[in-house]
């Protein structure tokens, strides 16, 4: 049995008896969450409930709103030309107002895709515990924080208690050895791992990501492995936090200030996992050996080598093969097809997994070295993740840089990462996408089709108008100095 | 609050598929609203506009499953976005209990917290009960969170699972987690005070 040791305790066990508050009858756990984010789209009726029952909201300050799903990302003026949208940010700005809660909405500086302002601000913090109507929650746990999705139901409850009522994860490591070759990202990575241990392997389990390769990434970095330990079944992921994570909090306006902040690093370094931590089970993953990859179907674990043929009914076990004969049917694609050259129709450079500042700094890399313009007849736009992001590009001039080559440049929000906004597929356009999720229909047309990638390759792609390989341009055309 | 369940008997749809996603079940433009109300219409509406323009029918709109109470499901049922509206508009279609080889966490909890089981059984039973409700539509199942069994009116039987924890919820009438929380509110209070990012980590 784990846990029966002070010295073998994972992060997981460390925030989870931090935070937990006593035994229910159920024999759940009744857990404190230390910061509960909401959005438009999976609070309103969590509020209409609390409203219902006479109830309070019991830390207001405890919980951060931003809106982000409905909103456009190209005319943001209001009303917005949507009703219904209108109506739901009517809806979160009375809410907020009624219950005390603090917005940040569009204009105020600070709104952007829920998933990247909290990190932004320095309001989310290792070994916290931190919950968000929104299975990409996950991103969180790049701090060291024990971050997860919830239903509306699990809303209401954090917003009238500020707990919730839980069962234990188990916790599984992911040693990444290594380090990851120039043109192979974090979202490279962690399409690896999703397709090595599948869509469904992580049920039951927290992904704790760790070994040399993991802590080299860059805080972004690790957000983008983070963001999607939720595609493969897991609850959460988390990174222990290290010398990087500090640095990255270290003046954020949430984060401790002063001599608080020296106090702070201590406690973030006792709650990572014990160099003897047990684990339920363990997983080692290469970096080395990983090229650029792209998704050739409609889940996230259907990801390929951009070099490999889609893969053959005979690789997958028996009782999945139908599933892959409707994948193959959806997109169109045939076994043993190689996916280089293939044409595309819509370039998205967005979302919570890649809609940050260094994600579009790698775009605009490949732009820049490869000097073209996005080809006719591609939609090809580059959605900021936050207003933060957003200022801090155009101080750089990236804007600049991508309108003058062809890109559309928009305000933040989740935009084509999901059918919730004017940003969306049309018919069976095939979109090349830095988002998280390559289901039927995900982009908004009931037969859009979704690459999924990493920036540098979809800015490839919106220039070569079809997939391409990074690498190639990486290595090729030294003459192309970045600047400035 | 003494809400209990036991069991939940009707007739059964199949839907078959693993790794079917709540992009699927409610697509996310049916999200912009501020109830769950009238979700249930538009449960699984692309896959079934889809069916319906290849010549066939999705098991939502055939006539044989028409008032099925009970939802038979493959592998990893419910993955992706977190919305608790796939639940609400299975539930407000007129599911009441699932049965499935697994489900994604956030699903499966969202479906505790409005009160309907969804239980797992062996990935063989599953296409079992769903060859059985195939053949048969008119049959009536049961999933008895009591004996942990999914039974058919002709005799089938085949046990299922739940965790205990929301077993127990069910059982109890507890499923609603939100009073049990509230009664320990003072505890929260208490555990919060001990925090150390709650204290300037003082
Ligand atoms: S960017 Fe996409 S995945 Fe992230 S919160 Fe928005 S819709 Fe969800």
């Not at chain 1, 709103?65 to 456009?72: F, Y």
């Not at chain 1, 790698?362 to 936050?386: D, M, Q």
């Not at chain 2, 008032?67 to 592998?75: C, E, K, M, R, V």
């Not at chain 2, 199942?141 to 009116?153: G, H, I, K, M, N």
Request: charge should be neutral; charged fraction near 20%.
């Amino acid at each position: 049995m784990k846990h029966q040791f002070m010295s073998q305790r994972t992060l997981y066990d460390k925030v989870w008896e931090r935070h937990a508050v006593r035994t229910l009858p159920s024999g759940q756990t009744q857990l404190f969450i230390g910061l509960h984010l909401i959005h438009e789209v999976t609070s309103p009726q969590a509020f209409a409930w609390l409203r219902e029952r006479g109830l309070r909201v019991a830390f207001p300050e405890r919980t951060l709103a931003t809106v982000d799903h409905i909103v456009p990302t190209d005319d943001q003026s209001r009303p917005y030309r949507d009703p219904l949208a209108e109506e739901m940010l009517q809806a979160i700005e009375r809410n907020c107002r009624e219950f005390g809660i603090r917005l940040y909405q569009p204009g105020s500086g600070k709104q952007g895709v829920v998933h990247i302002i909290a990190p932004e601000q320095g309001l989310t913090q290792p070994g916290m515990t931190i919950a968000c109507g929104d299975s990409h929650t996950a991103t969180h746990g790049a701090f060291g924080a024990i971050a997860f999705g919830i239903g509306t139901s699990q809303v209401r409850d954090v917003l009238a208690t500020q707990s919730l009522a839980l069962s234990r994860l188990k916790v599984r490591r992911i040693e990444v050895r290594g380090a990851l070759a120039r043109g192979v990202t974090a979202k490279d990575l962690i399409l690896h791992i999703l397709r090595v241990l599948t869509a469904k392997g992580g049920v039951g389990y927290a992904y704790e990501f760790a070994g040399e390769a993991i802590h080299r990434l860059s805080m972004e970095e690790r957000m983008t492995v983070c963001n999607m330990a939720i595609e493969g079944g897991a609850r959460c992921g988390y990174v222990n936090p290290d010398a990087i994570t500090y640095d990255y909090l270290r003046g954020r306006e949430h984060a401790p200030q002063g001599e608080a902040f020296a106090r702070a690093v201590q406690d973030w370094s006792a709650i990572a996992s014990d160099p003897d931590a047990a684990y339920d089970d363990r997983r080692v993953f290469d970096a080395g050996a990983l090229e650029p990859m792209i998704t050739w179907g409609i889940s996230p674990d259907q990801g390929i080598g951009v070099s490999e043929p889609v893969p053959p009914p005979e690789a997958f076990p028996e009782h999945e093969r139908a599933g892959v004969a409707e994948a193959y049917a959806y997109m169109g694609v045939r076994p043993g097809q190689r996916l280089l050259g293939l044409p595309i129709d819509v370039a998205f450079i967005g979302s919570c997994t890649n809609g940050r500042l260094s994600d579009l700094r790698a775009a605009a890399e490949v732009v820049r070295r490869h000097g073209g313009r996005v080809k006719p007849g591609v939609k090809a736009f580059i959605v900021p993740g936050s207003e933060a992001v957003k200022r801090a590009a155009e101080a750089e001039g990236l804007h600049e840089l991508f309108l003058a080559h062809g890109f559309e440049w928009r305000a933040a929000g989740c935009s084509m990462c999901l059918a919730m906004n004017p940003d969306r597929l049309v018919g069976r356009q095939l979109a090349i996408s830095t988002s998280n999720r390559n289901f039927k229909g995900r982009q908004g047309s009931p037969e859009g089709r979704t690459i999924l990638a990493s920036p540098p390759m979809v800015a490839l792609a919106a220039l070569e108008g079809a997939v391409s390989d990074v690498r190639q341009l990486l290595h090729s055309s030294s003459h192309a100095e970045p600047h400035p | 609050m003494p809400n209990r369940i036991l069991e939940v008997s009707g007739r059964a749809v199949p839907v078959r598929g693993n790794d079917i996603d709540t992009d699927r079940i409610i697509p996310a433009r049916f999200l912009r609203c501020v109830t769950f109300d009238g979700l249930g219409q538009h449960a699984f509406a692309d896959d079934r506009a889809q069916r319906r323009a290849q010549g066939g029918l999705h098991p939502f709109d055939d006539p044989r499953f028409a008032g099925a109470s009970i939802l038979l499901a493959n592998a990893n049922f419910g993955c992706g976005s977190s919305r608790e509206h796939a639940p609400q508009a299975l539930a407000r279609w007129g599911i009441r209990a699932i049965v499935a080889v697994s489900y994604s966490e956030i699903f499966h909890g969202n479906c505790v917290a409005i009160g309907v089981p969804a239980v797992r059984v062996s990935q063989l039973d599953s296409e079992r009960l769903q060859d059985l409700a195939e053949r048969a539509p008119t049959l009536t199942f049961t999933v008895d969170l009591e004996r942990l069994e999914v039974r058919a009116s002709d005799g089938t039987s085949v046990p299922c699972q739940l965790a205990e924890g929301p077993r127990r919820q069910f059982l109890s009438g507890s499923w609603d987690a939100l009073g049990e929380l509230l009664e320990g509110l003072p505890a929260v209070r208490a555990r919060a005070a001990q925090l150390p990012y709650l204290r300037g980590f003082a």
